[in-house]
């Protein structure tokens, strides 16, 4: 399967702690985005790259978040001293920037995290 | 700030029954994508949609963008209990940089055998 993939599935983590996830994008894929999803809510955005360049950054993405995508392959997103609030379906997206107008995002399965 | 507003938000039917799911925003859009989300799994795309007007179909599910591209819909035909989850439209801007997809906040639907 040569999907995105996301890595935990599953985290759960104590209120001040840090976690970070890792995706693996489609191979061939210039572009990796990362996006929230709460209970009840569409995703919402975070942030993307371009290769290794961090290009937006949404309000969403607190000092606490940080993202890298060192060798423009697979990312890592960061969360530092949790908190409850945090607790989410964290989602990462790629696509091929072809013609802008055609780009399409492909989703990874996401990784839920709990803190508690 | 874009909005698409999905509507209805929770819909139950039988099987066997038609179907359509509304999407709306003031904003245009360069390009809307349809999504389908199961619980605990990331969405996955069903269609892109990306000239004012155009239909595609999957099957039985048939996609419309609206011609000044700020609405879609998608109307399921002969709706069946393998077609239960959440619909979420996403909608892409291009402003000579990326943004990321707007969604929606999604279509419940349960088709009762």
């Known amino acids: 399967d040569t999907g995105v993939s996301q890595n935990p599935r599953h985290k759960i983590t104590k209120r001040g702690q840090n976690v970070t996830f890792r995706c693996d994008p489609i191979?061939?894929?210039?572009?990796l985005y990362w996006y929230r999803q709460t209970l009840g809510q569409g995703p919402e955005f975070l942030t993307y790259?371009?290769?290794?360049?961090?290009?937006?950054k949404s309000r969403l993405l607190s000092d606490r978040f940080s993202a890298e995508r060192p060798k423009g392959s697979f990312s890592t997103l960061e969360i530092q001293r949790t908190e409850q609030g945090d607790s989410a379906m964290y989602l990462c997206?790629?696509?091929?920037?072809?013609?802008?107008?055609?780009?399409?995002?492909?989703f990874g399965p996401g990784t839920r995290l709990l803190v508690l | 700030t874009q909005l698409l507003e999905q509507s209805p938000q929770f819909l139950s039917i039988q099987e066997g029954e038609n179907l359509t799911v509304y999407c709306n925003s003031s904003?245009?859009?360069?390009?809307l994508q349809w999504y389908r989300q199961e619980p605990g799994e990331g969405p996955v795309l069903l269609v892109t949609?990306?000239?004012?007007?155009e239909v595609k179909k999957l099957k039985r599910l048939t996609f419309q963008f609206g011609d000044a591209r700020k609405d879609s819909s998608l109307h399921i035909t002969a709706a069946q209990p393998g077609d239960t989850g959440l619909y979420l439209c996403?909608?892409?801007?291009?402003?000579?940089?990326?943004?990321?997809?707007?969604f929606g906040k999604g279509t419940h639907l349960i088709i009762q055998p």
């Open positions: 997206a790629s696509s091929l920037l072809a013609r802008v107008s055609k780009e399409t995002q492909y």
């Open positions: 191979s061939e894929h210039n572009r």
């Open positions: 790259f371009q290769n290794e360049a961090q290009l937006e």
């Open positions: 904003s245009v859009f360069s390009s």
């Open positions: 949609v990306v000239t004012g007007g």
């Open positions: 996403a909608g892409a801007i291009w402003r000579g940089g990326a943004d990321g997809l707007t």
